[in-house]
T-cell receptor, first 115, second 116 residues
Framework: GNSVTQMEGPVTLSEEAFLTINCTYT??????LFWYVQYPGEGLQLLLK?????DKGSNKGFEATYRKETTSFHLEKGSVQVSDSAVYFC??????????????FGKGTLLTVNP | NAGVMQNPRHLVRRRGQEARLRCSPM?????VYWYRQLPEEGLKFMVY????????ESGMPKERFSAEFPKEGPSILRIQQVVRGDSAAYFC??????????????FGDGTRLSIL
């Protein structure tokens, strides 16, 4: 089956530190990959996505590169801000086939950024 | 310019009662998806509905859970005879067409269900 594994949290950083949140996946097909962010008390918002190998998704200073050879989609940001404190979810969706609407999520990584 | 609206935001029920969770999709969206987030877990797909049709309910528990999306009104996720293990956050998402790479799912803020 399909699954997503992301690094355990919580992750605590100081403002302007470098962020990496690891994400690896297994999939029966050729998936698209996503990072979602969940701010406290809110729903999930799409942060970035990549649809094929070597694609780089980027948004708000975050980026992630689709690595087919390592089945990974690690999230990075060069300089985090307090406002980046949230839970980050890595997810996949198969690009074709009968169930290409199901998002499969990792467990989420809580990021706390201190001033 | 409302997004996906879920209510209530928090719901408390005693064991054996019924829970009804509502989801109004974004304007113009006719595809609705329900996900459940258990404590310290990622979201798990439950069901996919279009107006008046259940397309895929493969993630729904076989008993006590049901979902509908009538021609008029919100989508309803119904849990009968709730048990402690039903305590979770339930998220609804919607899209304007069947989700694909260019039809992302937009999520609501969720309903936090607590069973006493």
């Amino acid at each position: 089956g399909n699954s997503v594994t992301q690094m355990e949290g919580p992750v605590t950083l100081s403002e302007e530190a470098f962020l990496t949140i690891n994400c690896t996946y297994t999939a029966t097909g050729y998936p698209s990959l996503f990072w979602y962010v969940q701010y406290p008390g809110e729903g999930l918002q799409l942060l970035l996505k990549a649809t094929k190998a070597d694609d780089k998704g980027s948004n708000k200073g975050f980026e992630a590169t689709y690595r087919k050879e390592t089945t990974s989609f690690h999230l990075e940001k060069g300089s985090v801000q307090v406002s980046d404190s949230a839970v980050y979810f890595c997810a996949l969706m198969l690009g074709s086939g009968g169930s290409n609407y199901k998002l499969t999520f990792g467990k989420g990584t809580l990021l706390t950024v201190n001033p | 310019n409302a997004g996906v609206m879920q209510n209530p935001r928090h719901l408390v029920r005693r064991r054996g009662q019924e829970a009804r969770l509502r989801c109004s999709p974004m304007k113009g969206h006719s595809h609705v998806y329900w996900y459940r987030q258990l404590p310290e877990e990622g979201l798990k797909f439950m069901v996919y509905l279009q107006k008046e049709n259940i397309i895929d309910e493969s993630g729904m528990p076989k008993e006590r859970f049901s979902a509908e999306f009538p021609k008029e009104g919100p989508s309803i996720l119904r849990i009968q005879q709730v048990v402690r293990g039903d305590s979770a956050a339930y998220f609804c998402a919607s899209s304007s067409a069947r989700t694909g790479l260019n039809q992302p799912q937009h999520f609501g803020d969720g309903t936090r269900l607590s069973i006493l």
